[in-house]
């Protein structure tokens, strides 16, 4: 078992290399939009949120 786990590691390593970066700046750009739209979803609601105070 550990030797497929080893196996599937390196081909991971030696085929994949080149695509991480790309894999990467996708998975930034997809956070960033979810983010942006998530704040411009309602922004009345987010500004009550900040201005909350928490009870002590």
Do not use: N
């Amino acid at each position: 078992m550990k030797w497929l786990l080893l196996i599937a590691v390196i081909g991971f390593i030696l085929f994949y290399t080149r695509k991480m970066p790309q894999f990467a700046r996708t998975i930034g750009s997809s956070v960033r939009a979810f983010r942006e739209g998530k704040s411009e979803s309602d922004p009345q609601k987010s500004k009550e949120e900040s201005t909350k105070v928490s009870p002590r």
